[in-house]
């Protein structure tokens, strides 16, 4: 079949910018690129595997499982069933970390990812800081995950270190910078049914109103403090007020500063020492 018959075909089933996104990726042509080939065959291989993921985009499996990657801070990241597909307000957090990190530190520093499925949070950091001396540790629970999150940092050449654990258990290392985000929807939230039925429940849920992982992390995180320290978490736009209940019940003399995402909802959570604004 020519370019032209399977973008025809396409269209009659999905968004034409989705038909034209799915060819383009097969084909290692710019989408637009398209439009000055429409004559030419496509190999029947690439045909049929065409077809293919246009019927998986029909029935709901979202774009970047099918395409195998998802854009996160001007990287393409490997994405499957095993992690959570990076969004919009992750960046958001990777970014406003790396300003509070500029603003904090100037040194040799320590970070830890908690939760880190694809890689996209500690990857980014690594590789945006490149002002400053960083050891970063990805954590996950995951080892399907892990397994995701290593042929992200093989392929943008990034060096970092790996560990399957449940969040900080078991870790006793000291951390400038602890950073997560981790799941936070309550079991009986409603939410999109392209998530619900497509990526990991166990990156997405959490018991206690969605509460768990925050209590996990806070309850045992003085031990992985260092003196100087920044902890930055994601979160639920309804929990901002619990989780800084949580904070205080665990952690004194600091400063708690909740962001909000280019939506202007609560979205990220800021704790550091009083002393680090000296």
Request: proline share 3%; aromatic share 8%; charged share 30%.
């Amino acid at each position: 079949m020519k370019i032209e018959e399977l973008l025809i075909y396409a269209q009659s089933k999905i968004h034409k910018d989705y038909a034209r996104i799915l060819l383009g990726n097969l084909l290692n042509l710019n989408p637009l690129e398209l439009l000055i080939h429409l004559d030419e065959e496509v190999e029947e291989e690439k045909v049929e595997l065409y077809k293919k993921e246009v019927e998986a985009l029909r029935n709901n499996k979202p774009l970047q499982y099918v395409l195998g990657y998802a854009n996160f801070y001007g990287n393409k990241l490997i994405v499957n069933e095993n992690v959570l597909i990076p969004r919009f307000e992750t960046e958001e957090l990777v970014e406003n970390t790396i300003k509070y990190i500029n603003k904090f530190f100037n040194k040799e520093i320590s970070i830890v990812d908690l939760g880190c499925g694809s890689g996209a949070i500690g990857l980014t950091l690594k590789q945006k800081l490149d002002n400053i001396n960083t050891d970063i540790v990805l954590v996950d629970i995951s080892e399907k995950a892990l397994e995701v999150a290593k042929e992200n940092a093989k392929n943008l050449n990034i060096e970092v270190n790996f560990i399957k654990n449940d969040m900080l258990e078991d870790i006793n290392k000291k951390f400038n910078v602890i950073i997560s985000n981790p799941p936070y929807i309550s079991y009986d939230e409603d939410i999109e049914s392209i998530v619900k039925e497509n990526e990991p429940h166990l990156a997405l849920y959490a018991k206690d109103n969605g509460l768990e992982f925050y209590k996990k992390i806070l309850s045992t995180v003085k031990k992985n403090l260092k003196e100087e320290f920044l902890i930055a978490f994601e979160i639920g736009h309804t929990q901002k007020d619990e989780i800084i209940n949580i904070i205080k019940t665990h952690l004194e003399n600091i400063e708690i500063e909740c962001l909000k995402d280019m939506q202007e909802r609560d979205r990220m959570i800021f704790i550091y020492p009083k002393n680090l604004l000296k």
